[in-house]
């Protein structure tokens, strides 16, 4: 660990660290970590601050956490990725014994773009605010898709339209099985 400085914190002494060495992985601040609670085999968050009390050996990690889907939506919704993680304002301190890796965390645009998903990628297209459980942007804003104006799950298979270039369930469109075929939406065809 790199000591970044001493201070005095609620009247005790503070050493805080640059970074972390643990079970040999680096963990810097700002990483998307991976985290072991009792409740859940893998939780996420981003680590903010590695520090110990002078007098203590073991040093703390404190994490902005991300939620899952099921964490903040009662019911589950078809358009919620199973890769899906929404950013928090919740901070908490933990032992740096609970971390156990690192992940990625991309935005929804970058996460779309992928041809192929590595393990322990993510995307976030939302924050979740805890006080007043609430997301931003709100469901309104999300990115929709096909004639059915469902809202876009990257998961999922979609035909794009050659001309406008915008996508929809092949099921909608009537399409299935033919999702590899050159295709104009109906929209497009018309306006031709």
Same mark, same amino acid.
């Given at each position: ?5 001493a201070?005095k914190s ?5 050493? &805080?660290?640059k970074?972390?060495?643990y =079970?040999? !992985?680096?963990?810097?601040?700002? *990483?998307?970590?991976m985290?072991?609670e ?11 601050? $590695? ?6 050996? *073991? ?12 964490? $903040?939506?009662p ?8 890769? !899906?993680?929404?950013?928090?304002? =919740? ?13 990625? %965390?991309?935005s929804f645009? &970058?996460?779309?773009a992928?041809?192929? $998903?590595? !393990? ?9 605010f %805890?006080n ?6 709100p ?8 004639v ?11 035909v794009?339209?050659?001309k406008?270039?915008?996508? =929809? ?14 295709? %104009? ?8």
């Amino acid at each position: 660990m790199v000591s970044v400085v001493a201070k005095k914190s609620s009247g005790q002494v503070v050493i &805080e660290f640059k970074s972390l060495r643990y =079970h040999d !992985e680096t963990y810097n601040i700002g *990483d998307i970590v991976m985290i072991s609670e009792h409740y859940d085999d893998t939780s996420f968050g981003t680590l903010v601050r $590695v520090w110990r009390k002078k007098d203590k050996t *073991d040093p703390m990690a404190r994490i902005r956490w991300f939620y899952k889907p099921a964490d $903040v939506f009662p019911e589950k919704f078809g358009f919620l990725s199973q890769f !899906e993680l929404f950013d928090s304002d =919740h901070e908490q301190d933990i032992s740096v014994m609970s971390l156990y890796g690192k992940a990625t %965390v991309l935005s929804f645009e &970058e996460y779309h773009a992928l041809d192929e $998903v590595d !393990e322990d990628v993510y995307f976030s297209r939302a924050k979740y605010f %805890v006080n007043d459980n609430s997301i931003r942007p709100p469901l309104e804003e999300w990115q929709r898709v096909c004639v059915c104006n469902e809202i876009l799950n990257p998961d999922l298979m979609y035909v794009e339209c050659d001309k406008c270039r915008k996508f =929809h369930h092949p099921k909608c469109v009537g399409v299935e099985g033919k999702e590899d075929e050159p295709w %104009v939406c109906f929209k497009c065809v018309i306006n031709s």
